[in-house]
């Protein structure tokens, strides 16, 4: 378990921040982005767990306990011997729990015509602005998997992606299942003066 005594070390004052098992690397590092952007991804979700009903704020929590195991898996580089669960890694399994989630909540809802506008409800535009956040996080992982290879777990990666389908479809199912989408129409406003 975790145990925070003091919120300020002073010790990130010249730049760096601390990994899991003590290497101190730049904040702007790669490493660093992507396991900030998956905090941020998981702050986002904290405002629509603000706007939804119980069921669906049960499903976030969770999710939520995955990104900070995912944060933790991005702030501890992969070592060639690791024995297993010697670090906390995202697992297969989230992954596929992601899945069951998209298939159930997808089921009830109407296929698209368009794209679909991010806003309709409070909780939809708070879904979809966590979903933008998400796809962002997605990208710094992909960066870090591709920079750093053999010290990245890929499937964080796997993990983000299907987040991010997830929120979509939970934002529709926040409008209605659908039903107040707010969808896109192309050139909507190209001949207005």
Not at 44 to 59: N, T, Y
Not at 144 to 151: K, N, S
Not at 156 to 165: A, I
């Amino acid at each position: 378990m975790v145990r925070i005594t003091k919120i300020y070390t002073k010790t990130g004052d010249d730049g760096t921040t601390g990994l899991v098992g003590g290497q101190r690397i730049t904040k702007d590092a790669a490493r660093v982005e992507a396991y900030g952007t998956v905090d941020e991804a998981n702050a986002a979700i904290g405002v629509a767990i603000a706007h939804a009903d119980a069921p669906l704020r049960g499903l976030l929590e969770s999710i939520q306990h995955d990104l900070f195991d995912a944060g933790a898996d991005l702030a501890t580089p992969r070592c060639a011997d690791e024995a297993p669960n010697q670090a906390l890694r995202v697992t297969p399994a989230q992954t596929t729990r992601l899945e069951h989630a998209i298939d159930e909540h997808n089921e009830r809802l109407e296929a698209l015509s368009s794209f679909v506008l991010p806003g309709g409800s409070v909780l939809a535009a708070a879904l979809h602005l966590a979903r933008t956040i998400t796809r962002r996080a997605e990208r710094t992982a992909v960066t870090l998997a591709r920079t750093e290879p053999d010290a990245t777990n890929t499937e964080v990666v796997r993990y983000l992606n299907r987040l991010s389908d997830l929120l979509f479809v939970l934002a529709r199912v926040a409008n209605d299942h659908g039903t107040a989408d707010v969808l896109w129409k192309p050139g909507a406003n190209r001949g207005s003066v």
